[in-house]
């Protein structure tokens, strides 16, 4: 695949910037990577394991002449980093983010962009629990989606070339509306994010040894608990409206459950075990 950047700049080299660093590099997608980050230890680790051609902790200097940057920072932070970075890109420069909330981001970041620098909103679904330079993985987006924002102010060339960019990096690439994305993601990710913590939080509560007696359910419905902290409070504040739709939603179906069990109905509550197996069986990932 020719490449489709010059220089990159990443801010934030931790599992999602990383990645992408290090695959977009391999595949040779980029020219040149500078990645951004506030801490020397992750500027070091990032250097080290060759994520990125140079690193520095200064934003002026990290998007000097990039005909790309890439914003994989937490939620809260994107605004405020796009800001610092735009005074120095080169001229046409597309910008886009790995935020997993799009209509607030898409919407800053269009206020945020200089005359000709193209915005395109994304959203790569793909990670692990976990964080930093040391969970980068070239692999890390092989088979799974990427989700592009464009509105109607995005353009069209700009578009393209962050879906090829995507694409080169093994992801497959669907696009629709900031705001659907939004309703989409807090039914089949942040709902199941809070879950996790809520659930962790129980068992932790009820206090003593509990989890040394699990099997493989607890550990698998926890495990995203284990997520940065920082990054998931700004993403359930970002798309606060959608996730109380979705957590209301969630709490009804647990109410369906409890009050079958309270009463002893065996009819209703196998209807409800039974709804959820069928639904979850035709599900195929």
């Known amino acids: 695949m020719p490449r489709l950047f010059e220089r990159a700049a990443i801010a934030g080299v931790g599992l999602i910037g990383g990645s992408l660093a290090l695959a977009a590099r391999r595949a040779g997608l980029i020219g040149e990577v500078v990645g951004l980050a506030r801490r020397a230890e992750t500027l070091a680790e990032a250097k080290q394991r060759g994520l990125v051609d140079r690193a520095t902790n200064d934003p002026a200097d990290a998007a000097r002449g990039a005909d790309l940057l890439v914003l994989a920072v937490p939620v809260r932070a994107i605004a405020g980093v796009a800001r610092a970075c735009v005074p120095t890109l080169a001229t046409g420069a597309v910008i886009t983010d790995a935020g997993s909330v799009k209509a607030i981001v898409v919407r800053e970041l269009e206020a945020v962009a200089a005359a000709g620098q193209h915005v395109v909103g994304a959203h790569p679904i793909a990670g692990t629990e976990d964080t930093g330079p040391a969970a980068a993985t070239a ?11 464009p509105t109607a102010r995005t353009d069209t060339a700009a578009a393209d070339r962050i879906q090829a960019l995507w694409e080169g990096v093994g992801m497959r690439v669907t696009r629709m509306t900031p705001e659907r994305h939004d309703e989409v993601l807090a ?10 913590f809520a659930l962790m939080n129980a068992i932790a509560a009820a ?10 359910s607890l550990r698998d419905a926890t495990r995203v608990a284990a997520s940065s902290v920082d990054m998931w409070r700004d993403i359930l504040f970002a798309n606060r409206e959608a996730i109380d739709h979705a957590l209301t939603g969630f709490t ?34």
Not at 207 to 216: A, C, R, T
């Open 252 to 285: 009804a179906e647990v109410d369906r459950v409890r009050d079958a069990i309270r009463r002893g109905d065996e009819a209703a509550l196998t209807e409800l075990l039974t709804r959820a197996r069928v639904a979850r069986r035709g599900w195929k990932a």
């Open 139 to 149: 692999d890390l987006f092989r088979d799974q989606l990427c989700i592009l924002t």
């Open 207 to 216: 206090g003593g040894d509990l989890p040394h007696y699990s099997g493989g």
């Open 187 to 196: 039914a089949v990710s942040h709902l199941p994010h809070v879950i996790a």
